[in-house]
C-alpha cells in the first residue's frame, strides 16, 4: 500500500503512524521521505550500533552491536537526565510524561534496520514503560 500510495504523490513525503500490527513496517526500505510510527512490545530484542571500525581492521563489519537488556531494564538504567519531560494530551486530558530516544538495530525478518526507539514512561511510575520506534 505504501509503495502505491508513493507512486501517486512522488513528491510528498509521508508519516504512517499505524498499530503494533504492522509494527515490521518500520523494518522494511521503504521509498524516501517515508516513516513509520509505530508501537513495539516489551519484549523486543534490540541491539546497539555496530561499533566504528579501526583502520586497518581485518574481516567483514559488524552488523550490529551488543545485544542491549530487555526495554524495561535499558529504561530504568538510563540516567535521569536522558528524559525529556512532556506535557501530553492523552484522552482529552494533560498527563506529564517522560520521554527518552535511543537509535538502535532491530531484526524484523532477519533483516538489521536501524530504527529510532522512543521510550515514553509516567514520571509518577518510572516502572510502566511504553515503547514506539520509528524508521530513521
Not at 500500500?1 to 507512486?7: C, K
Not at 541491539?47 to 551488543?66: I, K, M, N
Request: net charge positive; no cysteine; aromatic share 6%.
Amino acid at each position: 500500500m505504501i509503495q502505491e500510495v508513493a507512486t501517486w504523490l512522488p513528491h510528498r513525503r509521508w508519516t504512517w503512524i499505524v498499530d503494533s500490527g504492522y509494527t515490521a513496517l518500520a523494518g522494511h526500505a521503504l521509498p524516501e521521505g517515508h516513516v513509520v510510527i509505530s508501537r513495539l512490545r516489551k519484549n523486543t530484542v534490540v541491539y546497539a550500533l555496530p561499533p566504528t571500525r579501526r583502520s586497518g581492521q581485518r574481516g567483514r563489519p559488524r552488523v550490529h552491536g551488543d545485544r542491549l537488556p530487555p526495554l524495561a531494564k535499558l529504561a530504568a538504567g538510563l540516567p535521569a537526565d536522558a528524559w525529556i519531560p512532556l506535557i501530553l494530551s492523552l484522552g482529552g486530558e494533560s498527563q506529564k510524561r517522560q520521554v527518552t530516544t535511543l537509535p538502535v538495530i532491530w531484526y524484523p525478518h532477519q533483516v538489521a534496520r536501524r530504527i529510532l526507539l522512543v521510550l515514553v514512561r509516567d514520571p509518577a511510575d518510572p516502572a510502566g514503560l511504553t515503547t514506539m520506534s520509528s524508521n530513521i
